[in-house]
C-alpha cells in the first residue's frame, strides 16, 4: 500500500483582508427576541428586541458584564431556566432561525443518563421542539416532535468542555438545519410542528443547560449561511471564541498514490461571505509554477467546505502542490501544500543515528496496609494516603449501625450493636437483628472486602447499606461516580453498569468498585466531588436465618489515572480472556424485510472483514407484516423461517468466513395473549400488571392500528432454568440454528431488564422494596437480571455447543456474565464505562454516519474514550476500507483514553511508542488519515534484545493500528525495520550493522548481514 497524506496545514490569507464582522441593524428583519445577558443582576431577562418578550429566571446566576455578562446554569438542581410562558410569539412554527452562544461546563465524560438543554418548549412526542446538547456525546441535537412521531438532527461535531460555541437552527420550509460554530453540522426533512401550551424556556426543568449562555436570538425566518458566518464572526470578537480567525481558510492536503488521485479539503468560513466579484481558485499545479487543472469558486458551498480531487495520471515525476487562492475585489491571497511523484520509499533511520527509546513501564502497584480500629471501621493505607473505611447497616424500625474509624463503636443504631471480632483483616459485629463478618484481603494495589451478612430474625430483613472511603488528609480534585466525572456532591447515581466510583488528584486516585452479583446489579454511588466516594445499596434483603456474602474492593494507583483503575479490574476479575474474531455488519435493509435480494456482494464484505453478520431485525414478519417480531416469535413463523434461511444460505455462498445470525431481544414477545402464552413467566410490575415495552404503539410503525387496538404489543417475559419462557428460548435454539441456519445470536438486552429491572411475581432472596423512613421491607421482588443469569448461560451454551457464538448486546457486567466467553458491546452511545466490559465495543451511531467521513469521526470519538467500534447502519457502499477493519481479531488486555490494547494488535489515536513488553514479534502498522482513509504508515520499529516496539507518529484526528506477526528477527545489536504488506508478502525495510536472522512460520531461517540500509521480502501465508 503506498498512499501518503501531506499533512493539514492552517493557512493564513496574505493580503487586503476586509472586515467580514455582522453589523447589526437596530431591528434586523424578522428579528423577534433578542436576549444579551448583560444584565449582571434581577430575576428578569430582557429582550433587547424591543419587542417585550421578557423571561422569568429561575435558579440561575449572573456573571458580571465585566466578565463577558451571561447566566450561569446548572448548579446541580433542576430549576435553573428562564421561563417565557406560553409565549405563541416565541414557538415559530414554520421557517425560523435560532441563535445562541454558549460555554458548555458539563463533566467532559458522557453522562447518557441527562442532556444540557439550550431552547425549549417541547412535549415529549406531542410538540414543540427543544435544542440541547447530547449528554451521551456532547454532539448538538435540535428535535421538533409532532403527534407521536419526532424528527431530529444529531450533530457530528463533538463540543469541546468549557469552550464557548455558537450553535444555530434554521428551519426553511421542509428542512432544518444545525449549525456549530458557524457551520452546518447535520440537517434533516421536517413537517410543520404541532405547538401547544408547553412554555417556551432557556435551559429547562429537569435536564438544564450546563455552563454558562451568553447570548440567544430567534428570528421567524430562515437565514442563509452567509448570515450564520457574519454573526460568527462578529461574536467570536465579543465573545473571544479560541481558534476562530476571521480573514483565513484551511487547506487539507491529501496524496493517494494507489488510487493516483489528490485531494484539497478546503474550509471557507474565514472569508465567508464572498464579495461579489471574488472567487476562489482551488488547483493543482507544479510546484511555485503552472497550473495543470482547477476548480473555480464563485459561490460557497452551503456546508462552508469543499472537497476537490485532481486526477495524477499522466503526470511526470516531479514536485507538484495543490492551490488555493482568493482573488478580485480587493483581497488577494494564496497557499499550497507540496508533494511529489513518485511515492517514495520509506527511510529506515540507522539505529546508530536515532535511538529508539524502551517502552514505558507499567504503573508500579501501590503498596496497601490496613489497620483495625475500635469503632470496626479500617483505616486504609495506600501509597502514603490514609484513607477511612466505614459502613453502615439500617436497622428496622431504628437508625444504623456502624462501622467507625473515629472512637468506639458507634451503636447509636441498636443498643445491642457490638464487636465480637476486631483485627486487621477481620471484623466482626452482631446486634439484634444481623450479623456482619468483614475480611478483608490485602493484595497488590487493592483490598478486597467480603462482608457476610447473616440475617437472625424470623422475617425476611430488608437492609440500606452504605460503604464509604474517606480520605483523611488533602481533598482530591475529583471524583468519578459510574465513569462520570463530577467536581460537585452527587447524592445518588445508579451505578450497575459501571459499579465504581473513584477519586482522583495528580499521580494518585483510590476508589472502591462492587464485584459480587447482587452488589452490582443494586449499586448505587454517591460522593461529596473531593473527599470521598460511597458505594451503596437501598434494596438489599435477606430470608429469615439466610447470609449472603457481599464482596466489593478498594482500589489505588499512582497516577490517578480512571483508566489504570479499570485494567486493574480488568485484569484482577479476569476480564481480559474473550477474543472478538472480526468486525460486525448490520444488512441494510433487513430490519423491514428479509430477503436474498439484501444479502451484498463480495466487495462490501471485502471493505469490512467482518466475522459476524447479523440481520438488523426480524421486524414487519413475513407471515404477519402488521406485526412486528423481536424475541423468540420466529418460532410461530414459518415463511418468516424459510427467509432467513435462505439469507443464512446465500450469505454462507458470499461469505463463507463469517457467522450469519439475527437479531433477538429474547424478553420481548409480540403477542396480544400475555396471560396465556407464557403465565408463569411474566414480567409483573408491584401493581400486579405485567410489564409492556415502553413504546408509542398508536402511531403505528410496527404493529397495525388493527393490532394494536386487539391488545397486540411487545410484552416483557422473563427466562429461567424451571419456568415456560425460558425452556421456550432454549428450545429456540434448535430452530434457530437447524432449521434457519443462523450461526449465532445478536443478544440486544441480552442482561438488561428490558421495560422494568425487577419483577413482583417472585422473590429472589436478595431483593427489596425498603421504607427509608423505617427501614421496614415494603415488597419483595426479583431483579430480573439475577434470576434470568442461569438460563441465559445456559441458551449461550447450547448456541455454543453448536459452534454459534453470542454477541451481547446492553449488558450489566456482573461477575457471572463476565466470567462467560460472551462479546460484550454498547449500543450506539460510547463512554469510559464501557471500559469494564469484557470486549469494550459500541455500535456505530446511525444519527452521524450517514457519509464514511462521518462514521470515521464516529470511530474517533468512541476511541477516544477506549472503545472499539463495530458498523451499524453506515453507508453500505463504502469507497474504502476504514480503521474498523483492521480491529480485530483482538483479546483486550487494556483500555485507555484513545488507546485500545489487546494481545494481538493495538489501536491508537495519539503518537507515541508501542509495543509488548518482552515480545519479539515484528509489528506490521496500519494508518488511517482524517478522513479515515487508508494511508502509507511507515512507522519505525527498533528490534533488539529486549523487545520490538514501534514509534508512532499521527497527525491530527489520525489513528493507527499496530498488528503483531509472528516473524522475529534476531540480532546480536539493535536493528530499526518498517514493514509493509503488499497482497500476499511482507516487505521489510531494514537498516543496522552486523548478522541478523529472520524466523518466521513454515519458512527455514533467513540470515543476512546488514551494512546499513536493506530491503528484503518474505512470503505471508
Known amino acids: 500500500m503506498h498512499m501518503e497524506r501531506v499533512a493539514p496545514m492552517n493557512i493564513l490569507l496574505i493580503g487586503s483582508i476586509v472586515c467580514l464582522a455582522f453589523a447589526a441593524a437596530e431591528n434586523p428583519k424578522g428579528l423577534v427576541a433578542h436576549y444579551t445577558f448583560d444584565e449582571g443582576s434581577g430575576t428578569v431577562l430582557h ?147 404541532k405547538l401547544g401550551p408547553a412554555p417556551f424556556r432557556i435551559s429547562a426543568a429537569g435536564q438544564p443547560f450546563r455552563g454558562t449562555i451568553f447570548e440567544v436570538s430567534l428570528l421567524n425566518r430562515a437565514i442563509s449561511a452567509n448570515e450564520i458566518a457574519a454573526h460568527f464572526w462578529r461574536g467570536a470578537k465579543r465573545y473571544h471564541k479560541e481558534g476562530a480567525r476571521e480573514g483565513q481558510f484551511s487547506l487539507e492536503s491529501y496524496i493517494y498514490y494507489d488510487d493516483r488521485e489528490a485531494r484539497a479539503d478546503v474550509a471557507f468560513l474565514g472569508v465567508m461571505p464572498l464579495i461579489p466579484g471574488e472567487e476562489v481558485r482551488v488547483a493543482l499545479a507544479r510546484q511555485g509554477g503552472e497550473v495543470l487543472a482547477s476548480h473555480t469558486v464563485e459561490e460557497i458551498p452551503r456546508e462552508g467546505r469543499g472537497q476537490y480531487t485532481f486526477p495524477l495520471d499522466g503526470l511526470a515525476d516531479g514536485e507538484y502542490e495543490l492551490r488555493a487562492e482568493l482573488a478580485g475585489a480587493g483581497r488577494t491571497a494564496r497557499t499550497a501544500t507540496a508533494f511529489r511523484l513518485p511515492a517514495p520509499n520509506p527511510v529506515v533511520p540507522s539505529p546508530k543515528d536515532v535511538t529508539i527509546g524502551p517502552l514505558p513501564a507499567p504503573p508500579t502497584p501501590i503498596e496497601c496496609h490496613v489497620e483495625a480500629t475500635p469503632g470496626g471501621g479500617t483505616y486504609v493505607n495506600a501509597g502514603g494516603t490514609r484513607f477511612a473505611l466505614e459502613s453502615s447497616f439500617s436497622v428496622p424500625n431504628g437508625g444504623d449501625n456502624r462501622l467507625v474509624c473515629a472512637g468506639a463503636l458507634d451503636a447509636s443504631g441498636e443498643s445491642q450493636w457490638r464487636l465480637v471480632h476486631s483485627e486487621d483483616d477481620r471484623v466482626e459485629a452482631r446486634g439484634q437483628f444481623y450479623t456482619v463478618a468483614r475480611k478483608l484481603r490485602t493484595e497488590p494495589g487493592r483490598i478486597v472486602v467480603t462482608d457476610t451478612i447473616a440475617n437472625l430474625t424470623a422475617e425476611p430483613l430488608g437492609l440500606i447499606f452504605h460503604n464509604r472511603l474517606t480520605a483523611t488528609g488533602e481533598p482530591f480534585e475529583k471524583a468519578l461516580v459510574a465513569a462520570k466525572e463530577t467536581v460537585r456532591p452527587v447524592d445518588d447515581r445508579p451505578l450497575k453498569f459501571c459499579p465504581n466510583a473513584f477519586l482522583v488528584k495528580p499521580e494518585f486516585g483510590a476508589g472502591l468498585v462492587a464485584l459480587d452479583d447482587v452488589y452490582i446489579v443494586q449499586s448505587r454511588g454517591a460522593t461529596d466531588g473531593q473527599t470521598w466516594v460511597d458505594l451503596y445499596s437501598r434494596e ?259 448456541i455454543w455447543g453448536k459452534g454459534g457464538v453470542v454477541i451481547a448486546n446492553g449488558v450489566v457486567p456482573t461477575r457471572s456474565l463476565c466470567a462467560l466467553p460472551v462479546i460484550t458491546d454498547k449500543e450506539v452511545t460510547e463512554g469510559p464505562d464501557v471500559a469494564l466490559l469484557p470486549t469494550p465495543v459500541t455500535l456505530g451511531n446511525p444519527a452521524v454516519c450517514d457519509s464514511e467521513e462521518g462514521v470515521y469521526k464516529d470511530v474517533l470519538s468512541k476511541l477516544r474514550w477506549g472503545n472499539l467500534y463495530f458498523y451499524y447502519n453506515e453507508p453500505a457502499a463504502l469507497a474504502y476500507e476504514s480503521v474498523p477493519k483492521r480491529m480485530y481479531p483482538i483479546t483486550v488486555q487494556e483500555v485507555h483514553a484513545g488507546y485500545v490494547k489487546g494481545k494481538e494488535r493495538l489501536v491508537t489515536m495519539h503518537s507515541g511508542l508501542y509495543g509488548w513488553m518482552g515480545d519479539r514479534d515484528l509489528h506490521l502498522a496500519y494508518r488511517y488519515d482524517g478522513r479515515g482513509h487508508p494511508i502509507r504508515a511507515a512507522f519505525v520499529s527498533a528490534v533488539d534484545a529486549d523487545s520490538v516496539r514501534t514509534q508512532v507518529s499521527l497527525d491530527e484526528n489520525e489513528c493507527a493500528v499496530i498488528e503483531r506477526v509472528p516473524i522475529q528477527i534476531e540480532s546480536t545489536l539493535p536493528v530499526h525495520v518498517i514493514a509493509e504488506r503488499d497482497a500476499g508478502n511482507l516487505h521489510l525495510y531494514l537498516n543496522g550493522r552486523g548478522a541478523i536472522r529472520i524466523i518466521a512460520p513454515n519458512a527455514a531461517p533467513r540470515e543476512m548481514t546488514l551494512d546499513g540500509p536493506h530491503e528484503t521480502v518474505l512470503q505471508m501465508m
Open 47 to 193: 429582550d433587547r428586541s424591543g419587542n417585550g418578550h421578557d423571561g422569568a429566571i429561575s435558579g440561575a446566576t449572573w456573571i458580571s458584564p465585566a466578565e463577558g455578562g451571561g447566566l450561569q446554569f446548572g448548579d446541580g438542581s433542576d430549576s435553573n431556566y428562564v421561563d417565557f410562558g406560553d409565549n405563541h410569539a416565541l414557538k415559530i412554527a414554520g421557517d425560523s432561525t435560532i441563535l445562541a452562544w454558549v460555554r458548555l461546563d458539563a463533566s467532559p465524560y458522557p453522562d447518557d443518563a441527562t442532556n444540557w438543554t439550550v431552547v425549549d418548549c417541547e412535549r415529549y412526542r406531542a410538540e414543540g421542539f427543544v435544542l440541547r446538547i447530547d449528554g451521551g456525546s456532547s454532539r448538538v441535537t435540535y428535535r421538533a416532535s409532532q403527534e407521536g412521531a419526532d424528527q431530529y438532527a444529531f450533530g457530528a461535531t463533538v463540543l469541546s468542555n468549557r469552550e464557548v460555541h455558537f450553535l444555530a437552527v434554521v428551519r426553511e420550509e421542509d428542512m432544518a438545519t444545525v449549525y456549530v460554530n458557524g457551520l452546518p453540522d447535520a440537517s434533516f426533512t421536517v413537517r410543520p410542528q
Open 540 to 798: 438489599f434483603a435477606l430470608d429469615a436465618g439466610a447470609s449472603y456474602t457481599l464482596e466489593w474492593a478498594v482500589y489505588a494507583n499512582v497516577t490517578g489515572d480512571y483508566y489504570d483503575f479499570v485494567n486493574a479490574i480488568r485484569r484482577d476479575e479476569r476480564r481480559n480472556e474473550v477474543t472478538v474474531e472480526g468486525g460486525l455488519s448490520f444488512l441494510q435493509g433487513t430490519q423491514s424485510k428479509r430477503d436474498v435480494s439484501l444479502v451484498p456482494g463480495p466487495n462490501y464484505f471485502a471493505l469490512r472483514e467482518p466475522k459476524y453478520v447479523t440481520l438488523a431485525c426480524l421486524s414487519w414478519c413475513t407471515d404477519d407484516p402488521s406485526i412486528s417480531v423481536e424475541g423468540i416469535e420466529f418460532v410461530d413463523f414459518p415463511q418468516e423461517r424459510k427467509q432467513v434461511r435462505a439469507m443464512m444460505d446465500a450469505l454462507a455462498t458470499v461469505r463463507p468466513d463469517a457467522k450469519g445470525m439475527f437479531h433477538v431481544a429474547h424478553q420481548l414477545y409480540a403477542t396480544n395473549r400475555p396471560d396465556d402464552r407464557f403465565p408463569d413467566s411474566r414480567v409483573i410490575n408491584a401493581d400486579g400488571t405485567q410489564v409492556v415495552y415502553p413504546y408509542e404503539y398508536a402511531n403505528g410503525a410496527y404493529f397495525s392500528a388493527e393490532r394494536v387496538a386487539d391488545n397486540w404489543r411487545w410484552w416483557i417475559f422473563y427466562p429461567t432454568l424451571e419456568n415456560s419462557f425460558g425452556k421456550a428460548l432454549l428450545d429456540s435454539v434448535d430452530v434457530m440454528m437447524d432449521e434457519m441456519g443462523a450461526e449465532g445470536v445478536f443478544s440486544d438486552g441480552f442482561l438488561f431488564g428490558y421495560g422494568a429491572e425487577y419483577t413482583y411475581d417472585r422473590w429472589d432472596g436478595h431483593s427489596a422494596d425498603i421504607d427509608p423512613a423505617t427501614h421496614l421491607i415494603t415488597r419483595r421482588k426479583a431483579s430480573v437480571m439475577l434470576i434470568t443469569q442461569e438460563a441465559m448461560a445456559a441458551w449461550c451454551r447450547k
